[in-house]
């Protein structure tokens, strides 16, 4: 047995190391998106927007990082780290459409970065 490490950058290298491990067509599409991690930074979010983005965020197995006085009110603005698979980021993107506070807007932009 050997183990190692890869580092995939792209879809096309995932769906080639898939293809190469003999994953169905089917799964190497359904797989491909979760395979990928990303951080995405984000800055100057309202602090509303950055308490909801952090729960539909966890809600999906990624995170928000943001400022820790956010969640006391103290400030009114917040960067933000968001992680997750290029799949998570995908659905919470799909969750923001339905939120206030500029969510909707800014899962626009995400989308687009990913």
Known sequence: MRISILFLN?????????????????GIEIMATKALFRIIKLEGIKREAANILKQEALSLGAEAAV???VISGKIKETDCLLMGTLEQLKQLCI????QPFGLDEIGKEVRKVI
């Open 10 to 26: 792209n879809l096309k290298e995932v769906r080639q190391e898939l293809k190469k491990i003999g994953v169905d067509k089917r």
């Open 67 to 69: 400022h820790r006085e």
């Open 95 to 98: 969750k923001l459409k339905k």
